[in-house]
């Protein structure tokens, strides 16, 4: 496609966009497709024949605070599409940007900023589902979006020690000042954040938002809208005060007793995916081979330590992996650096890609995001390295 002047333009009713048919095939694969979950069953099956334990100690390996975040964001997230926010918010974007390439420059911009204020994943709860919507409004390619925005939130809840849970605890360790912590990450999220907008300048082009014929749209709801913003307050202060099961009962005994359609949108398949990769990853952390290379491998400091974390994060995600390389690895800048770029490249990289995916509700999703999450980690990593090595 080339560059045009951002005129608009209505869809013919036989159109038949790449994007059209993902955003349909979604609405009838509404959990986007449990490859993956399948993929996971088999290697706990695996580990369980080869490594057996107690069954209760299978449920120890599991992050429960985290999945049950999860699930209550998710709640949260379908009383909001429920309420019929999204499609009038969508509309309204549409009426005011043009083209492909502000829009998703929109969009990516804004899942950096918010990623970097409410953690990652809070800002792909908000954004996802919004450009979802969108992609059923006009011909947009919904693939392409969501994945540069799981790249953006990456990158940019980098710079801040509460955008995301790996650097909440390396900062905790650091001893640094907040802003000490965010100068210490500030070049290699500008490096990552570069990086981001030349992907959206090269892989969007700006061309003209073509609108599909108008759909009735649902009517906004303004009591459920309301219920959910007053639960995702109460949720997340919740959260904070570590009142997890609380919160949870607040959030699904509402919906349950109210809107009980909405829990039937929840995906479950999601919360099984994260649960099962917690049991997966940590026996593979905790396999005989991984303790004695983390003993042996010269990865203390320097680049060594850089890349270790970056290679970790593609096997194990990059929260287990700070974790796991916290003791072997002296350098904490290089650390921190390494398991954030980390989180690019392989899906199981960072749960936000996950996260991403499964909100959009993409069939073949895998197979765009590797497209361009493993040359981004590459060009990443190599600038960071640079830079480091500078």
Not at 249 to 278: E, H
Request: a positive charge.
């Amino acid at each position: 496609m080339t560059d045009s002047s951002p005129a608009r333009a209505n869809a013919p009713a036989t159109s038949t966009a790449p994007s059209h048919s993902a955003s349909s095939a979604a609405d009838e694969a509404p959990g986007g497709g449990n490859g993956l979950l399948w993929v996971l069953v088999a290697v706990a099956v695996l580990f369980a024949v080869l490594r057996p334990r107690a069954p209760m100690d299978y449920l120890r390996l599991v992050d429960w605070q985290t999945v049950g975040a999860l699930a209550g964001l998710l709640a949260i997230t379908q009383g909001v599409e429920k309420s019929g926010m999204l499609q009038a918010t969508a509309q309204r974007l549409l009426g005011r940007v043009t083209d492909l390439r502000s829009l998703a420059m929109l969009l990516t911009a804004g899942a950096a900023v918010l990623s970097a204020l409410v953690t990652n994943d809070v800002s792909l709860f908000l954004l996802v589902p919004l450009t979802r919507v969108l992609a059923t409004q006009a011909d947009l390619s919904l693939a392409r979006l969501v994945v540069l925005q799981a790249l953006a939130v990456n990158a940019g809840s980098a710079l801040t020690p509460i955008g995301n849970p790996q650097n909440l605890y390396l900062w905790h360790r650091s001893g640094e000042s907040f802003v000490g912590f965010m100068g210490m990450m500030a070049p290699t999220v500008a490096i990552m954040l570069f990086w981001l907008f030349v992907a959206v300048w090269v892989l969007v082009p700006r061309t003209a938002i073509t609108l599909r014929p108008a759909t009735e749209a649902p009517a906004v709801q303004p009591r459920l809208l309301t219920l959910a913003g007053v639960l995702f307050v109460a949720f997340v202060v919740a959260l904070e005060r570590h009142w997890l099961v609380a919160g949870l009962a607040l959030v699904f005994g509402a919906f349950l007793v109210f809107y009980p359609r909405v829990l039937k949108g929840v995906d479950w398949a999601l919360l099984a995916i994260i649960a099962l990769m917690f049991v997966d990853l940590r026996q593979l952390a905790e396999l005989p081979a991984v303790a004695h290379l983390l003993q042996h491998a010269p990865i203390a400091e320097g680049w060594r330590a850089y890349l270790a974390a970056i290679v970790a994060s593609q096997f194990i995600s990059n929260v287990p992996a700070a974790i796991l390389l916290d003791g072997p690895v002296r350098d904490l800048p290089a650390l921190a650096a390494g398991v954030s770029v980390g989180g690019f490249g392989c899906v199981l990289g960072s749960l936000a890609n996950l996260i991403a995916l499964r909100l959009a509700r993409l069939p073949h999703g895998l197979r765009e995001f590797h497209k361009i999450s493993i040359p981004f980690l590459i060009v990443c990593a190599l600038s960071a390295l640079w830079l480091r090595m500078g």
